[in-house]
């Protein structure tokens, strides 16, 4: 299965942030969104990704006056992305070396999509149950 069909499957609508927004705009977003992270995007493009988990770690380290500072001071700059042409399971190679959970998807220098490790996992339940159906009914046919 490939990228594209994820995205078919859930849409490709992406939840973004501008770098110089604050981070308690960022946490609004997230909570109206019910999202796990957000893509910074600035004037020329994606310039990072910010998830629940990077406000967390450095509200942590930083303190609450980290609220009102831009996105751009905790945002990940070094962003892992996929295509549509991509597969699943490369997906979920990279997600699990990279210690990902969010990736956007980029196809022809554009953002047009992102894929979550709760769509690869539904993706691999939905397969596994094609085949388990596909299996009994092969045996119901004996």
């Known amino acids: ?15 973004t942030v ?14 109206e969104h019910n999202v796990g992270a957000m893509v910074v995007v600035g004037d020329d493009g994606i310039a990072g990704i910010v998830s629940e988990r990077d406000v967390v770690r450095k509200l942590h380290e930083r303190g609450p006056a980290l609220l009102e500072r831009p996105v ?8 892992a992305t996929c295509t549509p042409r991509d597969s699943v399971d490369d997906l979920s190679v990279l997600m699990t070396t990279r210690r990902v959970r969010h990736v956007p998807v980029i196809e022809d220098g554009r953002l047009a999509g992102i894929v979550s490790i709760g769509d690869v996992v539904k993706t691999r339940m939905e397969q596994l149950e094609a ?7 092969y045996i119901a046919q004996g």
Do not use: Y
């Not at 751009?72 to 962003?79: A, K, P, Y």
């Not at 085949?131 to 009914?137: E, G, H, S, V, Y």
């Open 18 to 31: 501008r770098p110089e927004s604050s981070i308690t705009d960022l946490l609004a977003g997230l909570s």
């Open 1 to 15: 299965m490939r990228i594209a069909d994820v995205l078919r499957s859930k849409g490709d609508w992406v939840a």
């Open 131 to 137: 085949t388990q159906q596909q299996l009994a009914a």
């Open 72 to 79: 751009s001071e905790i945002m990940t700059t070094l962003v």
